[in-house]
């Protein structure tokens, strides 16, 4: 089975802290994706990364970076924590190898305060 | 790019009825429709897909089906049950999409007993 973990399923932060996200996958997954959810605007993409060290830009980037360097880790991170940044957060993979099949982790759902 | 546009946002029937949800996408390459289930609390799940070279596909209670020159697709649920209830979510894959999802806005089920 594929397993996908995230660092934290709660987080409260302060306004203009920084925070990491962190994203891990066993499945030796090509893609990698991390998505905001909100109510009533569903799975929006804030980035992607298909390889080590590459990254693509999702629909919401804004406030947002990524790292992964390495295959297995995928990390976002809020460079300044705003509150409009309260949301939750999934982190998702899928092989890259002729499957589209996003496998998703449990979510860290973060508070900014 | 891709466009997929999900109705209705929210779907109530009684136990025992069917229920259909359907989806829209606007870039006729796309080849790859997935649906997922995602159950309160829990992480998004695909619960069957359907590619472009197909018109129909059943698993058990559930099916989907393609119109590819109205460029819409339908997830198809019988006989509902309790657990049912959740939030489904369609998606798509634009071309040249490096392995990315487009996705629906989300339906949320409720099952009445």
């Known amino acids: 089975d594929v397993k996908v973990t995230q660092s934290s399923r709660y987080l409260v932060k302060r306004t203009g802290e920084k925070v990491f996200l962190e994203c891990v996958q066993d499945m030796d997954h090509e893609n990698m994706f991390w998505y905001r959810q909100d109510p009533g605007l569903g799975l929006r993409l804030i980035y992607f990364s298909y390889d080590v060290k590459m990254k693509e830009k999702g629909d919401i980037p804004e406030g947002y970076s990524v790292s992964r360097e390495k295959k297995e880790r995928f990390s976002l991170i809020l460079e300044s924590a705003s509150t409009n940044q309260t949301s939750m957060y999934l982190c998702?993979?899928?092989?890259?190898?002729?499957?589209?099949?996003?496998?998703f982790g449990p979510g860290t759902r973060l508070t900014v305060t | 790019g891709e466009n997929v546009e999900q109705h209705p946002s929210t779907l109530s029937v009684q136990e025992g009825d069917s229920a259909v949800i359907k989806c829209t996408y606007s870039d006729s390459a796309s080849n790859y429709f997935p649906w997922y289930k995602q159950e309160l609390g829990k992480r998004p799940q695909l619960i069957i897909d359907i590619r472009s070279n197909v018109g129909e596909k059943k698993d058990q209670r559930i099916a989907v089906t393609l119109n590819k020159t109205a460029k819409h697709f339908s997830l198809h649920i019988t006989e509902t049950q309790p657990e049912d209830s959740a939030v489904y979510f369609c998606a798509a894959t634009p071309t040249d999409s490096n392995y990315q999802l487009i996705w629906g806005a989300g339906t949320k089920l409720i099952i009445k007993p």
């Open positions: 998702a993979s899928s092989s890259g190898t002729g499957s589209y099949e996003q496998y």
